[in-house]
């Protein structure tokens, strides 16, 4: 079964009262339970796309459907109770401890005490900040990413069907990024929430999202697919030119390794380095075989769930997986390009 469209924009334009166009003739939907990246070069409209569905910003022409229902004919108030909303400086009360910001939305709604409380000690859980530590302090009181993770706790206060994520991880390290977009994965995949994140990270785009929506400038739409699709097949130069360098790598990372890429067990070379497990992505494998020493003839074991060889595994092998996985995303693109992205993989050398 097809699965239910949640937000629709159809034919959306925004000039802004200066004349700026921010976004043209813009279309695309987000289905159920989906997390769409919304990516593209600085100023091309991303923000005032996002902005727009929740009504912080007005579309000049066309209609942004939420439900079904025609977003400017709802209620700006009632509608944002039904959408969260986290940015990059995500915008805490300062004067409001960590439990009063996210119990904002839940107070305008009425919950009594006992509600709004079980809530908060359940969303901070959730967002591994346990309430005993952290429901009476306020937003100084608490790290860079803490504070961002307090802030997707008080977008999800009122367990709204639709998220909208403005560079929410924008303002951290990287390293606690990753941290963060990890856990964001778990609260998402725990909640099923419907999400759009806005991202000029296309490495952030491919690992978080189930389907990449990429604008120009102007707001224009140059594709939407899944993130193997955008990588393996961008529709435009425009597209390729935002993505740059590296798509081969971002491929090996998305794609796994499956029973079809395998070799015999028996050709494996004893003393056998370590395995590579079935469904590993194809970065780990990819490493494994760049790490091989010259006596394993470049050759991996396999192994399934419960341990056993189940087959062996060469570069070739990878290739091939990659092939595989960039035609089964779609697209016409000849495997010379996927060749040609393959050869721009570091380490390619040494494993071959
Ligand atoms: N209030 C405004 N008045 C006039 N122009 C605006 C306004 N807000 C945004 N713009 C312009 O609209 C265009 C799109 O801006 P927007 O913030 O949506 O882009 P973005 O893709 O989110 O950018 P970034 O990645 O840099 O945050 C830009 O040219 C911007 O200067």
């Not at 802004?16 to 769409?36: I, K, N, Q, W």
């Not at 739409?221 to 097949?233: D, F, G, N, R």
Request: proline share 6%.
């Amino acid at each position: 079964m097809a699965a239910r469209t949640v937000i629709e924009l159809d034919t959306v334009r925004k000039a802004y009262p200066d004349g700026t166009v921010a976004v043209e003739g813009l279309s695309f939907s987000v289905r159920e339970h989906e997390v769409l990246a919304l990516v593209g070069p600085s100023g091309c409209g991303k923000s005032t796309t996002l902005r727009m569905v929740n009504r912080l910003v007005e579309p000049t022409s066309g209609r942004i459907l939420l439900d079904g229902e025609d977003v400017t004919a709802t209620d700006p108030v009632a509608l944002r109770r039904r959408i969260g909303y986290v940015i990059q400086n995500v915008g805490l009360f300062p004067h409001r401890t960590v439990e009063a910001n996210i119990a904002t939305v839940p107070g305008l709604l009425g919950w009594d005490r006992r509600r709004t409380r079980a809530r908060v000690s359940e969303l901070l859980d959730l967002v591994g900040l346990p309430a005993a530590t952290y429901a009476k302090r306020y937003p100084h009181e608490l790290s860079g990413g803490e504070r961002q993770r307090i802030g997707v706790a008080r977008a999800l206060a009122t367990d709204p069907p639709v998220l909208l994520m403005d560079e929410p991880f924008g303002a951290v390290d990287p390293e606690f990024r990753r941290h963060l977009q990890t856990e964001f994965q778990r609260i998402q995949r725990e909640t099923g929430t419907t999400v759009i994140l806005v991202t000029h990270d296309i490495d952030e785009a491919a690992r978080l999202s189930d389907r990449i929506t990429v604008l120009s400038r102007g707001g224009k739409l140059e594709q939407v697919a899944s993130p193997l699709a955008v990588l393996a097949h961008p529709a435009s130069e425009r597209v390729r030119d935002f993505i740059g360098d590296g798509s081969a790598s971002r491929m090996l990372a998305l794609a796994r390794v499956q029973t079809v890429d395998l070799e015999g067990a028996d050709r494996i070379v004893e003393p056998a380095p370590p395995p590579v497990r079935l469904g590993a992505r194809l970065t780990d494998a990819f490493e494994a075989v760049a790490a091989l020493p010259g006596s394993a003839m470049g050759r991996v074991p396999v192994v399934g769930e419960s341990g056993d060889v189940v087959g062996s595994l060469t570069a070739d092998g990878i290739l091939g997986a990659l092939r595989r996985a960039a035609d089964a995303a779609g697209g016409d693109a000849g495997a010379a390009d996927i060749q040609d992205a393959v050869d721009n993989v570091p380490g390619r050398e040494p494993a071959v």
